[in-house]
């Protein structure tokens, strides 16, 4: 696991992260940055997806280090720090490819609409919007297994689109055990799928 201490020891080079937020609180997260200048600030969006994000793709690396938010949303488990190595790893996962231009066709779409959803770095506390929002108290299991993965399994079913499927399961963020056994369990000759959730489950 990369530390901000690790960051700090290393002036050049990207910072890569993964969306860690999971259950009913899983969303965008979003966060703000000094400017260069030092007048105004930037803000950051880590979306809800499963591949690595390079945070310098947005902003400086000196930016990032500067940013108490960062460091908040990394302290509290929002965002995950990943080396170099990891993160192109996972971008060469089946899926990684169609993962990367959905979230391409969803920046610009978001962009045209100058408008931003997730969860917010502010405070000491996810912002109260969302976690007193009537979804909170929402019941997110079924018989144990996260509602999401109940309803992909069904999708995955009628369709048979394997790789938005497992896309899909990964956008989830953290699964639990049952989830991966019901996933072995109705996942049928997607191999796949099946290949992830052993792997999940090992």
Known sequence: MVTIRDLEGKKTGGIFCLNATSGRDRSNIIFTVPKNSGVGIDTIEVPNTFVPIDLTEQVSRRQLMESSEFRRAVSRGLIELITDEEASQLLTEDGA??????????????????????????GNAVDPALSNSEEASVDTKIDGVDAGVVQLMEILKEEGDAISVMNSLRGLGKLSQEDFKYILKHVGEHENIKKYAQRMLN
Do not use: H, P
């Open 97 to 122: 490819k169609e993962e990367l231009a959905r979230l391409k066709n969803s920046r610009s779409a978001m962009d045209s609409l100058n408008q931003q959803d997730g969860v917010e770095v502010t």
